[in-house]
């Protein structure tokens, strides 16, 4: 199991273009580089864009997390919209998209969001179901 933050969200989802590197990738606020208005956030979006791309099949299971009001995050639909991209490729995909009561893009870094959600993502990484 593979997972992070931020960056480290970023580079784990970077692994599905070499199957068999991981059995599930955790990326909670995954993001590149950018911030706000920045030219550099247009280009994270692309960036993602050609990280799905590059996903190749593989019996991995994959859980993206994204947060309301995140500063790296812009186009949070289209985001969405990409990572669903990967569903007929991955053995699973869990999605948690801007769950209620955790904002900006530090979010996953909160206790409160390990204690409501990080069973369930143990649970999903192992096997278990695609919902929390």
Known sequence: ????????????????????????VIAVSPAAHGSGSSTNLNAQYDDL???????RPAPV????VQF??????????G????IERLRPLVAG??????????DGHGAGNKAAF?????????RFALGGPDHC
Do not use: T
Request: hydrophobic share 55%; net charge neutral; proline share 4%.
């Open 1 to 24: 199991i593979v997972g992070g933050q931020s960056r480290g969200a970023w580079n784990a989802l970077m692994m599905l273009a070499r199957p068999g590197l991981a059995d599930a």
């Open 49 to 55: 864009r050609a990280l799905v791309a590059e996903a």
């Open 61 to 64: 299971r994959v859980a993206f």
């Open 68 to 77: 309301k009001d995140d500063l790296f995050a812009g186009d949070l639909a």
């Open 79 to 82: 985001r969405r919209a990409l």
């Open 93 to 102: 995909l869990l999605i948690l998209d801007q769950p209620p009561g955790f």
């Open 114 to 122: 390990a204690e409501q959600y990080g069973q369930c993502l143990l």
